[in-house]
Structure formats: C-alpha cells, structure tokens
C-alpha cells in the first residue's frame, strides 16, 4: 500500500505542533520559574532587612532602657544617701537636745511688746547674740520641732526626688 502524498507533509506538521508546543511549554514554565526564584529571593531579601531593622530598633531601645535605669538607680541611691544623712543629723541633734547640750531658743520681740514682755534680756557669756532677749524652749518642745521639721525635710527631699524622677523620664 502506498501513503497518499498528503500523510507525510500532515504527519510532520503534527510533530512540529508538538515539539513546538512541548518547546513553548519549556521556555514559558523555565521563565515562569526564574520569575518564582526573583521573586522568593527578594521577598527574603526584604524579610531578612525587616528583621534586621527591628533587632536593631530593640537593641537601641534596650540600650536607652538601661541607661535610663542606671540613671534612675543613680537617682535613688543619692536619694537615699541624703535621706540618711539627714536622719543621721536629726538623730544626733536630738540627742544633744535630750542631753541638753543644745537648747533651742526664740529671739523675742521686745519693741513690739514694749519690753521684755516679764522675761528678763540676759546675755549669756556662751551666746552668740550679744544683749538680743531671748527665751529657751522646753526640751520636749525642741524635740517637737526638731521632728516636725524633720518630717518636711524628708517630704521635700521625696518631692525632689520625684520630680527629678519624672525629669529623667520625660528626658527620655
């Protein structure tokens, strides 16, 4: 049997539509892929800079977070230091006023009253205003007033120490 003329010329251009399409198939899935590959690198490229960007951001803000506690730290020992040094003097000038090694004593107003008032205007040969009248405490009332300022030296060393606190933060 003999093909007819036309098999030959149709059988060949079913294989070039084949191949061709098998080639068109390859090139266009290696592009898609190269296109897939692009794109994948620069989103991870993109992913590893954020990332990168925030350890950085953290590492700043941690580093800011520790100085700042270091400064607050700072804040409160000196705080505390002068607190206790001032205790330390309270403690010590009651214990002369107990002792009576210290007396506390008042200047009166002797214009004002048009005399000594009944007290007599003595200068003592240990005090230092000469010929001023004045008048002693009792003890118990110099301890009084020694605790009671004693108590607003302590409220306004804390009222410094807070708004020396709120200036560091707000500094911040």
Excluded at 59 to 74: F, H, S, T, V
Aim: aromatic share 6%.
């Amino acid at each position: 049997m003999k093909a007819p003329g036309w098999l030959l010329p149709a059988l060949a251009l079913v294989l070039g539509f084949a191949l061709g399409g098998w080639l068109a198939w390859s090139w266009q899935a290696n592009a898609y892929g190269q296109a897939l590959a692009e794109q994948a690198e620069a989103y991870s490229t993109d992913r590893e800079q954020a990332a990168t960007a925030v350890l950085n951001w953290q590492g700043e803000q941690q580093d800011a977070r520790r100085a700042l506690e270091d400064r607050l730290q700072a804040s409160d020992e000196t705080h505390y230091k002068e607190l206790r040094d001032e205790q330390a003097k309270q403690a010590r000038l009651r214990g002369q006023l107990a002792t009576a090694d210290v007396r506390l004593s008042v200047l009166l107003n002797t214009a004002a009253s048009g005399g000594g008032g009944g007290l007599p205007a003595t200068a003592r040969t240990c005090g230092v205003v000469h010929g001023t009248a004045r008048a002693e405490l009792d003890p118990a009332a110099a301890q009084r007033i020694v605790g009671i300022t004693g108590d607003g030296d302590q409220g306004l060393m804390a009222l410094a120490a807070c708004q020396e606190y709120v200036k560091e933060i707000l500094m911040k």
